[in-house]
């Protein structure tokens, strides 16, 4: 009994697939255009099996939209610049320039070897001058248009990538690349105003309806929009008022105290008035030497001082203590709160601790509330506040608000948790941030036509941890003749942000030679949005918010004709292994070259497609890749075993009334598999429930064959070449290499993918059929298979539109059609 070749096979179907550019877009198709893009990696090195399957997701899907008749755009790049090459790099002591390029090769040789296809003629890596210069023209782009600005501020600092990072670099108080606890250091930065895109990246988010709901949740989070009131609070003594902002004006008499931040510049001002001068001032000093060194945030503490000062609540006309302590971020609002403890848990245990005075000021209709043991957060009666008492407290919001307007004290205001984005960083292996420093004109863009700024080769590359990029030790580099006024200058020695590369890329890859342009505005118009992006959930904020801010601003510029960069999006599950991620730091990693000698690329892609929903993390398990292996053997064989018969083309089309019920059954269950894999693949690939349906058809065929008289030509020879046909085809996105060849076996001369998917005919698909008996003056004259339970008058029109029973009647005119539901029609002519 022969075994699958598989790696005679895959060999020989890679090199052709490369030779004749089976992914190869033609541009000026007229087909119907899908553009399925992976999310470009960063080129680390070797991948495992758990890299492999958002690739392999991706090649199934790419392959099944071509056999869906698509003209196909499916590229691949690479993200190349940013910590984890340099990182890598470092360690290993070589160049980040030769790293990511030694990287590149191994990936690309993996790809092949799992059957993964791309249009190679179309790669962009983000770390080459010709693209990279780019990235720099949209810098310019954004800073020309006032989006990028130049701003001292405390700033996210992983003490070891040193380097500044963005707010969504951070997680948890973690660095998002290597977890070590961020410091705050107060540094002058680029940033871009991605904040003036707050209301457009929100509210556009409804019309990504296939987006999973997840991705939506979190970025909506993070933008985090609210609608409240900016008020001004008198302070005592003082003719100077502390601003703050609230969305609940609602709670305004139950403000008891106010709070500031350490860092805002009334706590200094006011502890120079106090007599505890000395000791205010070393507590501040404390304070923000325990923010900037990462304490505050690792302990979020509940200290604070009293600042012997009042403010006034505007509306009690009540002095409230003034209070300073971390808990409030001079980044959030306006670094300056006032406190309602009674509605405000922070609040109520900053209360406690100081023993100060917590008024409810909201009362729930149904006596639930959560006083005195915690702050009612909810909504309800109000009370205890004057002229508002008895309100609704959501009306009480709006009346509370026109009141502040009405006198001038405080004005409606939207309020975002998200903040500009921050660019700059003091590493080496990055874009250079195309700017220049001059003593007389100050900050000076670069002429777009002296783009690239090019990163110098020899550099000692290391971080240097004082805040400043290795670029700055590079003098020849650093030195420059002033863009404006032609004297001595200084260029920007940062380097950007490599989020900033990858939130354009999927432009490039339209045109991505031309040497003119960054993208080719009628192609992109053409070709965008992506039709299917595909990716880990890792990036929901990072990178897909930023490309979504990038594309906003290109439209809002005139340059691209659409808003939104990813009309549908795809997040694939995890790879496990004993329970957790498969990972190389973790040592439980499954080498697809030891898999692939074994098994074959096949084997393995089946398994990872079959293993689980995509979008579900799946636990590698061995004795299933063995039985995915076992079911491309059997089908293999059933094929070698009836290769006279399978492998003849079929002669005239299948006669349904002329099967027999053996074979009828088969046939049936053909329609019914091409029916389900095809609507289990549209339906979020899910690839796992076709391959089910695959297996099952395939169970018929061995059974069938091992029954049925299978002679050429015969009925069970059509019966079971029109089921592997079939199965071949649907197969053939999964096992690429293993469908080719059996399809090139049984006779055919193209490639499997410019062949179009088998298409299920309703009326065998019903699995609730019956045969309908045509007869003709009682006699049988044909059978055809209808779905139960259609209606007497469609199974009239079925009996006298057959094609036998046409010939028959000839220009004869039924006298009567006698119509028995469920099971035949009689025709009667005289
Ligand atoms: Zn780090
Ligand atoms: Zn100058």
């Avoid at 030497?289 to 009540?318: C, I, Q, V």
């Avoid at 874009?431 to 004109?441: E, F, L, Q, Y």
């Avoid at 018929?700 to 070449?721: D, V, W």
Wanted: proline letters at 6%.
């Amino acid at each position: 009994m022969s075994k699958y070749p598989h790696g005679e096979i895959e060999k020989k179907w890679q090199a052709i697939w490369a030779e004749t550019g089976l992914f190869r877009l033609d541009i000026r198709s007229a087909r119907p255009k899908y553009y399925c893009l992976m999310m470009f990696p960063y080129p680390s090195g070797e991948l495992h099996v758990g890299h492999g399957r958002n690739y392999i997701i991706g090649d199934a899907l790419a392959r099944f939209k071509k056999m869906e008749g698509y003209e196909l755009l499916a590229p691949m790049g690479w993200d190349a610049f940013g910590l984890p090459a340099e990182n890598a790099a470092i360690q290993h002591d070589i160049h980040p320039a030769k790293w990511t390029r030694d990287n590149i090769a191994k990936m690309k040789r993996q790809f092949i070897d799992w059957g993964v296809v791309y249009d190679w003629t179309r790669e962009v890596t983000s770390c080459q001058p010709e693209y990279y210069k780019w990235t720099q023209w949209l810098f310019l782009k954004l800073y020309h248009a006032g989006l990028a600005y130049r701003k001292a501020a405390s700033v996210n600092w992983c003490p070891s990538c040193k380097t500044v990072l963005a707010n969504e670099q951070v997680i948890d108080g973690q660095c998002e690349r290597c977890c070590t606890p961020i410091e705050e250091r107060y540094l002058e930065q680029w940033f871009l105003k991605i904040t003036e895109f707050a209301d457009k990246l929100l509210e556009e988010l409804d019309g990504l309806k296939e987006w999973p709901e997840r991705v939506i949740t979190m970025q909506r989070n993070w933008i985090d929009r609210s609608f409240g009131v900016q008020m001004e609070f008198r302070i005592k003594g003082t003719d100077r008022s502390l601003q703050c902002f609230t969305t609940r004006p609602d709670t305004i008499y139950g403000a008891t105290f106010m709070v500031v931040s350490p860092e805002h510049p009334e706590a200094a001002r006011l502890a120079a008035r106090s007599p505890r001068q000395k000791e205010i001032r070393r507590a501040l000093d404390q304070f923000i030497a325990d923010k900037r060194s990462g304490k505050a945030r690792t302990e979020p503490s509940k200290e604070g001082l009293f600042l012997d000062a009042y403010a006034e609540n505007p509306m009690t006309g009540e002095d409230i203590p003034i209070y300073v302590a971390p808990y409030v971020l001079m980044e959030y609002g306006t670094g300056a709160i006032m406190a309602v403890p009674a509605h405000d848990q922070r609040d109520f245990e900053f209360a406690q601790r100081y023993q100060l005075q917590i008024r409810e000021v909201i009362r729930p209709a149904d006596g639930s509330s959560t006083l005195p043991h915690a702050a009612y957060v909810g909504e309800g009666l109000i009370v205890n506040s004057g002229p508002f008492d008895g309100l609704d407290s959501r009306d009480a919001i709006q009346r509370v608000a026109s009141e502040f307007e009405a006198r001038g004290i405080g004005r409606r205001t939207v309020n975002y948790r998200l903040r500009d984005w921050l660019v700059s960083r003091q590493r080496y292996w990055g874009a250079p941030i195309p700017m220049v420093h001059c003593p007389s004109c100050g900050v000076v863009p670069v002429d777009e036509k002296d783009l690239p700024v090019l990163l110098p080769e020899v550099v000692d590359f290391r971080p240097r941890g004082d805040g400043k990029s290795p670029l700055a030790t590079n003098e020849k580099f650093r030195t420059v003749a002033c863009p404006k006024c032609g004297g001595p200058a200084e260029r920007d020695t940062d380097t950007m942000d490599t989020f900033v590369d990858s939130s354009w890329y999927f432009l490039r890859y339209l045109s991505p030679h031309a040497d003119e342009k960054p993208f080719d505005r009628e192609l992109v118009n053409r070709w965008l949005p992506v039709d299917q992006y595909v990716g880990g959930v890792e990036h929901a904020i990072l990178h897909l918010l930023y490309a979504r801010f990038i594309v906003k601003f290109l439209h809002a510029q005139g340059l691209v004709g659409f808003s939104e960069p990813f009309a549908r999006l795809f997040t694939q599950g995890m790879v496990c292994k004993d329970g957790i991620k498969m990972s190389k730091s973790k040592g439980n990693v499954v080498s697809p070259d030891t898999l692939i000698a074994r098994l074959g690329a096949d084997t393995m892609r089946l398994y990872i497609l079959f293993s689980g929903p995509p979008e579900r993390d799946i636990e590698w398990n061995d004795e299933s890749v063995e039985g995915c292996h076992r079911f491309l053997n059997r089908v293999w064989r059933l094929f070698c075993e009836h290769n006279d018969v399978i492998g003849q083309a079929i002669t005239g089309a299948i006669k349904y009334d002329t099967l027999s019920e053996n074979e009828r059954v088969l046939f049936r269950k053909t329609h019914w598999t091409i029916d389900r894999m095809l609507a289990d693949i549209a339906d979020n690939f899910h690839f796992n429930t076709a391959i089910s349906a695959a297996m099952e058809l395939s169970n018929n065929m061995t059974s069938f064959a091992e029954t049925a008289a299978i002679t050429p030509g015969s009925n069970a020879a059509k019966a079971l070449r029109f089921a592997f046909d079939a199965l071949i085809r649907l197969l053939a996105p999964m096992t690429p290499h293993f469908s080719e060849e059996l399809w090139q076996r049984m006779g055919h001369t193209g490639s499997i993918f410019d062949e179009r998917m088998p298409q299920a005919d309703a009326c065998y698909v019903t699995r609730e059929t019956f045969d309908l008996v045509i007869q003709i003056n009682s006699k049988i004259r044909a059978r055809v298979c209808v779905p139960a339970g259609t209606a007497a008058e469609e199974l009239r029109e079925i009996a006298l539109s057959h094609q036998r029973v046409k010939e028959l009647l000839a220009d004869k005119h039924p006298q009567q059609v006698i119509v028995i539901p469920n099971k035949l029609v009689n025709i009667v002519v005289r």
